[in-house]
C-alpha cells in the first residue's frame, strides 16, 4: 500500500518570503500522480498543483511549483512571495494510475502541514 | 458554477446513536467521494461512489456505508456512533471514471461530527 508522510507539522514565514513545504512518499509503481492541496480554516480542499509522474518537468501554478525527485519519491511544494491569504493546512497527496485503471481513483492523503504567514 | 455542497455544517451526536451526511456534486460530476479527517490522522479515505453505484471503500468498519442516488448526490450514514467517529468528513466530486482519467477531486466544506 502507499504512503504519504509530510515531516513538517508546522511550518511559519514571513511575508513575501519563500516557504518549502516537504513530502516523501512510498509506492512500488512506476505511473502514479501526486497533488498538493490546501485547506485554510474554512475547511474547503482547494487544489493547489498537480504533477503526473511520468512527466520530468516540475509543475509550476503561479508563486506555487514542486520540486518531484521521482527516485528519491519526494514531492515538495516551493511557495513563493508568501501572501497572508497562504496561510493553511497544507496536504500532500498521491493517487495509483494503476488505481485509476482498476477504478478506484482514491486519493492518499499525508498528514498535513500548518503553515503560517508572519506579517 | 456552484461547488460541492455538503450539509449540515456540523452535526452533534451522543454515542449509539446514528448519523446520515449529505453531499451535492459539482454538475455533471458523477463521481462521488467520502474521506474522514480525525484531528491529526489527516485524510483518510472512506467511499467511494459512481453512478450510483459503491466502487471501493476505504479500511472502516460496515457502520460506516452510504449511498448515491439516480442525481449522483450521495449519503453517508454511520450506525452505532462511537467518540472515535469525531472528525471533519469531507465529500468531493470528479468527472466520471474511465481508464486513463485524471479529473482532479474537488472537495466540499465538510460536515463537522461530534460526538459527545
Known amino acids: 500500500a502507499q504512503t504519504v508522510t509530510q515531516s513538517q507539522p508546522e511550518m511559519s514565514v514571513q511575508e513575501a518570503e519563500t516557504v518549502t513545504l516537504s513530502c516523501t512518499y512510498d509506492?512500488?509503481?512506476?505511473?502514479?500522480?501526486l497533488f498538493w492541496y490546501k485547506q485554510p480554516p474554512s475547511r474547503q480542499m482547494i487544489l493547489v498543483i498537480r504533477?503526473?509522474?511520468?512527466?520530468?518537468q516540475n509543475a509550476t501554478e503561479n508563486r506555487f511549483s514542486v520540486n518531484f525527485q521521482k527516485a528519491a519519491k519526494s514531492f515538495s511544494l516551493k511557495i513563493s512571495d508568501s501572501q497572508l491569504g497562504d496561510a493553511a493546512m497544507y496536504f500532500c497527496a498521491y493517487r495509483s494510475l494503476q488505481s485509476i485503471i482498476q477504478g478506484a481513483q482514491k486519493l492518499v492523503f499525508g498528514q498535513g502541514t500548518r503553515l503560517t504567514i508572519n506579517p | 458554477e456552484a461547488g460541492v455542497t455538503q450539509s449540515p455544517t456540523h452535526l452533534i451526536k451522543t454515542r449509539g446513536q446514528q448519523a446520515t451526511l449529505r453531499c451535492s456534486p459539482i454538475?455533471?460530476?458523477?463521481?462521488v467521494y467520502w474521506y474522514q479527517q480525525a484531528l491529526g490522522l489527516g485524510l483518510q479515505f472512506l467511499l467511494w461512489?459512481?453512478?450510483?453505484?459503491?466502487?471501493n471503500r476505504g479500511n472502516f468498519p460496515p457502520r460506516f456505508s452510504g449511498r448515491q442516488f439516480p442525481n449522483y448526490s450521495s449519503e453517508l450514514n454511520v450506525n452505532a456512533l462511537e467518540l472515535e467517529d469525531s472528525a471533519l468528513y469531507l465529500c468531493?466530486?470528479?468527472?466520471?471514471?474511465?481508464?486513463?482519467?485524471?479529473?482532479?477531486?474537488?472537495f466540499g466544506d465538510g460536515t463537522r461530527l461530534s460526538i459527545l
Open positions: 509506492t512500488s509503481e512506476s505511473d502514479y500522480y
Open positions: 468531493a466530486s470528479s468527472l466520471a471514471r474511465r481508464p486513463y482519467s485524471n479529473q482532479p477531486q474537488h
Open positions: 504533477q503526473e509522474a511520468y512527466k520530468q
Open positions: 461512489y459512481d453512478e450510483g453505484e459503491e466502487r
Open positions: 454538475s455533471g460530476h458523477t463521481s
